[in-house]
């Protein structure tokens, strides 16, 4: 069956380092991967798309890399602040379906 | 834009009760998207619909659940007879057939089932 997994469900740094964030699948060939970020009592939010032919995408201090050979996806966060803090998800899509299947998600908390 | 809209917010009800969930997706989007969090389970897909027309329920738990989009701009869940274990968050997600494949999430409805 078709599986996600998201590192540690828990993920402390220390402010101004770089958070790495990872997503591994199986049982999956994805067209695209997407990451989101949720904070407390809220829905998530949108903030980067890759696709499967893309090795790379990189959006203000938000960096995303796709190796679909290894079925994984890095989410970095450069130059963290406290407002970074939230939990991140993965999400896959495939190019038929419209739907996206997520990732369990990574709590990310700065300290400042 | 407003942005989706779900009500109510917070549903506190007893075991046995008919709950309805409901949502507003965002002007032009025609994808509606049902979702259930836990912390069990994380996010899980429900059902969605294109055009007002359910294209996949296979993630909708039982029949105690069902949904409808009698229009575009609006779309409820029902679960009856609700149980302890359906207490979760219930988002509603929009997104439009072009574009960059983006869901838009609701606040969502926070449902704890007594």
């Known amino acids: 069956s078709q599986k996600i997994e998201q590192n540690s469900e828990a993920l402390n740094i220390q402010e101004g380092k770089t958070a790495t964030l990872t997503c591994n699948y199986t049982?999956?060939?994805?067209?695209?991967l997407q990451w989101y970020r949720q904070d407390p009592g809220r829905g998530p939010v949108f903030l980067l798309l890759?696709?499967?032919?893309?090795k790379e995408k990189r959006k203000e201090r938000l960096k995303v890399t796709f190796d679909t050979t290894l079925k994984q996806s890095l989410f970095h966060i450069t130059a963290s602040q406290p407002a970074d803090s939230a939990t991140y998800l993965c999400?896959?899509?495939?190019?038929?379906?419209?739907?996206?299947?997520f990732g369990s998600g990574t709590q990310l908390t700065v300290l400042p | 834009d407003a942005g989706v809209i779900q009500s109510p917010r917070h549903e506190v009800t007893e075991m046995g009760q008919e709950v309805t969930l409901r949502c507003k997706p965002i002007?032009?989007?025609?994808?509606l998207f049902w979702y259930r969090q836990t912390m069990m389970r994380g996010l899980e897909l429900l059902i969605y619909?294109?055009?007002?027309?359910?294209?996949?329920d296979s993630g909708m738990p039982e029949d105690r659940f069902s949904a409808k989009m009698p229009n575009a701009s609006f779309s409820t869940l029902k679960i009856q007879p609700s149980e302890p274990r359906d207490s979760a968050v219930y988002f509603c997600?929009?997104?439009?057939?072009?574009?960059?494949?983006?869901?838009?999430f609701g606040p969502g409805t926070r449902l704890l089932v007594l």
């Open positions: 997600a929009s997104r439009a057939t072009s574009g960059r494949e983006t869901q838009y």
């Open positions: 049982n999956y060939s994805p067209a695209y």
């Open positions: 890759i696709r499967e032919n893309e």
């Open positions: 999400a896959l899509g495939s190019g038929s379906a419209r739907q996206l299947t």
């Open positions: 002007s032009g989007h025609d994808y």
């Open positions: 619909f294109n055009n007002n027309v359910p294209i996949d």
